[in-house]
């Protein structure tokens, strides 16, 4: 059944179609999540609806895409192979760091705003800071 079953979003069989490309501004940088509710928090902002990015690399190839993944093991090892890749992505130690979060093993960009209280979406301008494509910042993956 669907309720134990590891699966955290239903999409149609065989569609790999980022959620919400079709209204972000493809002119301006965009920020790529893992979920699609992750990406209600964050201004100009897509998801791939889990963190397989294989599936989407050709529909983003043209654009400025910054990878914020979920601050977790999985997300910890795409980003660290993203940033092998010459990808920019999100250094949530220097984020939590800089906005005096705990450090723990689990925390997403919904689980930020909840836990401040925030009122607004992030902007790419606050956020920015935080990426990185360098190899030399792998250190904090």
């Not at 493809?26 to 699609?36: A, S």
Request: aromatic share 12%; net charge negative; proline share 2%.
């Amino acid at each position: 059944t669907l309720r134990n079953s590891e699966v955290k979003y239903l999409s149609m069989e065989g569609e790999k179609q980022l959620y919400n490309i079709d209204f972000v501004d493809v002119k301006m940088p965009i920020i790529m999540v893992e979920g699609p509710i992750d990406s209600m928090f964050v201004d100009n902002c897509i998801a791939s609806c889990g963190s397989d990015l294989n599936t989407e690399r050709e529909q983003l190839k043209d654009l400025d895409v910054y990878y914020l993944l979920d601050c977790d093991e999985t997300g910890r090892k795409i980003s660290r192979k993203l940033l092998n890749d010459g990808k920019r992505v999100f250094v949530w130690q220097k984020f939590l760091d800089a906005n005096n979060l705990e450090k723990r093993d689990k925390w997403d960009i919904n689980d930020v705003y909840i836990q401040i209280k925030r009122k607004t979406n992030f902007s790419f301008e606050e956020l920015s800071p935080f990426f990185t494509n360098s190899v030399y910042d792998l250190n904090y993956f």
